[in-house]
């Protein structure tokens, strides 16, 4: 019985140590992000980083681990993006996707007019 209690504890105590690093790393990209002026510059990528990242913490104190990692992950991804666009701007192909999506929605606005 106690070496069963041993192993269980150990066993936990393995499976949150990915997601604890996962976090680890994705609070030093929401903090570069953040020393780069992402919340003014790139503000959904800084938004998607933030609550990404917020809701891994839940995840990580309520013991769903694998949860906890996918979502620090995409948290990270987030920040990187958002210090990114922060220090030097939106890529080329953001800019035109972002345009494109401008015309449809314009479009779509004079279908439902009609």
């Not at 936990?12 to 919340?39: D, F, H, M, R, S």
């Not at 990242?53 to 995409?74: P, V």
């Amino acid at each position: 019985m106690l070496l069963a209690l041993i192993l269980g504890s150990s066993l936990t105590g393995c499976i949150a140590i990915k997601p604890t690093v996962a976090l680890v790393q994705t609070n030093q990209a929401v903090k570069a992000a953040e020393l780069a002026g992402a919340a003014e510059k790139a503000p959904y990528e800084w938004t998607m980083a933030t609550e990404h990242q917020r809701k891994a913490r839940e995840e990580w104190g309520g013991s769903e681990f694998e949860e906890c990692e996918t979502l620090a992950k995409a948290a990270y991804q987030y920040a990187l993006q958002a210090e990114e666009i922060a220090k030097y701007g939106e890529s080329d192909v953001d800019v035109e996707r972002r345009d494109m999506l401008d015309e449809v929605d314009k479009d779509l606005d004079g279908v439902e007019d009609q």
